[in-house]
């Protein structure tokens, strides 16, 4: 089983909508949560950082993390056409350690 | 955007041919990093380095190696190609450990295809 679980999509939205972007995990002792955005042929940029719980807010989008049920969310409102692009979490249990990457999300959003 | 680059963008090549995939960062990070990405899977780290003529094995493993031996340059090697080495490599770099801010700056990646 992987360690971190993701739905590759694609997900398609009409532009406006609000999109929500999703990774479960397994080990409880991952604190440390991003969000990395790829556009194709391209390489990942990060997007969003959240440490341990709670939510994170940086204008059209907001991280949320639930650590009871090692689940970790990315929405973003007033989705663009400029938003389409794979999404990849991934996470950290220390600020040593290598980052563990969900497979990504592929987001279309439509015109 | 990154001050990071990579080349070849694209390469086709037969197997058994030596090929060196280069990297070049200009902010000064003692951190660099290669990783793997094949469609619809994870990023996988390859190798690393802490700093000049530090280089480590990442968790999946791979034919390829890498030399450090300016900071600004993280060169991968592969020996011989065979088709298994068709991927896509991105190179990164970051200023604290992976977890510390999460900030990783990518390369635009090489598009390796060995036929």
């Known amino acids: 089983q992987k360690e971190v679980e993701q739905d590759p999509g694609p997900l398609s939205v009409p532009e406006g909508a609000i999109v929500s972007l999703n990774c479960t995990y397994s080990n409880s002792a991952f604190q440390y949560f991003m969000w990395y955005r790829q556009y194709s042929r391209k390489g990942p940029e990060l997007l969003m950082y959240?440490?341990s719980s709670g939510n994170k807010e940086d204008g059209r989008f907001t991280a949320q993390v639930d650590k009871s049920s090692k689940y970790i969310s990315l929405f973003i409102r007033d989705s663009q056409p400029s938003d389409s692009a794979t999404y990849l979490c991934?996470?950290?249990?220390?600020?040593?350690?290598?980052?563990?990457w969900g497979a990504g999300t592929k987001l279309i959003i439509k015109p | 955007e990154a001050d990071i680059y990579q080349t070849p963008r694209y390469l086709v090549i037969g197997t058994g041919k030596k090929i060196t995939l280069e990297c070049s960062q200009t902010?000064?990070?003692?951190?660099m990093y290669w990783y793997q990405q094949d469609p619809g899977m994870e990023l996988h780290l390859i190798h690393y380095s802490y700093g000049v003529n530090s280089t480590e094995k990442g968790d999946l493993s791979s034919e390829s190696t890498v030399s450090r031996i300016r900071t600004e340059h993280f060169p991968l090697t592969l020996e011989s190609a065979r088709p298994s080495h068709t991927s896509q490599y991105l190179c990164?770099?970051?200023?604290?450990?992976?977890?510390?801010?999460?900030?990783?700056?990518f390369g635009e990646g090489s598009r390796l295809t060995v036929l």
């Open positions: 990164a770099s970051s200023e604290y450990g992976q977890g510390a801010t999460g900030e990783l700056f």
């Open positions: 959240t440490y």
């Open positions: 902010m000064g990070h003692d951190k």
């Open positions: 991934a996470m950290s249990a220390n600020s040593n350690y290598q980052l563990i």
